[in-house]
């Protein structure tokens, strides 16, 4: 049996719900591991009894992740979340190191449905099935905290939609927001452009995709509330009403 298995079972409202990932990070001969699993019953909140805090030791490379629902909440070793929406949730990961240096993630992974789980590195604008294979990266030395790698739960199946995504039922691209930030998955060309408008008509963001499946834009802190998002693929056009918190 696996590690993540064991971890599963050590609480019993898993134990019929082998669905998690084990997320490590590896710097020299040291390692270090955090769990998120997934339940029905759990919240992207805190849930007392499923979510463990973290309690730094001091090692070498530590690592964590924080609540999906609140970035400045305590640092957790086991995060519990629901599987309803999972597509759209985007988990903060944590990694402390003194000395900094090349770390190398990888996971142990217990998938459900068609789904996947990708860890992105938001500094470098790369996406990682690291279910699939091991990141390697490299830190600066005193680097602590979340802000840098999250985790996304992705469906698999391309002709997969989710309502609610965008106003397209029938596209392969899906837009969202998650906080400050505006969430575009799916396949694009390169020269892909985003185009962000106020309920008003103005255009208040333009910004080149990349040629990869997800895309994260940072919008400014002064952009709340609700705007109109416009994805312009060569003679495709994604459209999608989005609330930025």
């Not at 519990?80 to 990694?95: E, K, R, Y």
């Not at 789904?115 to 030395?141: C, H, M, N, W």
């Not at 255009?203 to 834009?217: A, H, P, Y």
Request: charged share 25%; proline share 3%; net charge neutral.
């Amino acid at each position: 049996m696996t590690e993540i298995l064991k971890l599963l079972k050590s609480c019993p409202v898993f134990l019929d719900h082998h669905t998690g990932i084990q997320l490590k990070v590896r710097s020299a001969e040291k390692e270090a591991s955090t769990l998120i699993v997934y339940d029905p019953g759990m919240s992207v909140g805190l849930d007392p009894g499923y979510d463990v805090g973290f309690m730094s030791g001091g090692a070498e490379i530590e690592i964590y992740s924080a609540l999906a629902a609140d970035t400045r909440s305590v640092n957790y070793a086991r995060q519990a979340l629901p599987l309803t929406d999972i597509d759209s949730v985007i988990v903060p990961i944590g990694v402390d190191t003194r000395t900094g240096g090349e770390i190398t993630f990888s996971a142990e992974a217990i998938t459900f449905k068609s789904y996947r789980y990708l860890l992105e590195d938001r500094q470098k604008g790369i996406f990682v099935d690291i279910s699939k294979r091991d990141y390697k990266t490299t830190l600066a030395p005193e680097t602590y905290g979340t802000g840098r790698f999250y985790l996304h739960t992705a469906y698999a199946d391309r002709r997969n939609t989710q309502p609610g995504f965008t106003n397209d039922a029938s596209s392969e691209v899906r837009i969202w927001a998650y906080g400050n930030d505006v969430i575009i998955k799916g396949p694009l060309s390169a020269g892909a452009r985003c185009e962000i408008f106020s309920l008003q008509g103005q255009k208040v963001l333009s910004v080149i995709l990349n040629e990869e499946e997800l895309n994260t834009i940072s919008t400014t802190t002064h952009m709340k509330g609700t705007y109109l998002v416009r994805v312009t693929d060569g003679i495709k056009v994604h459209t999608a009403k989005v609330f930025i918190r």
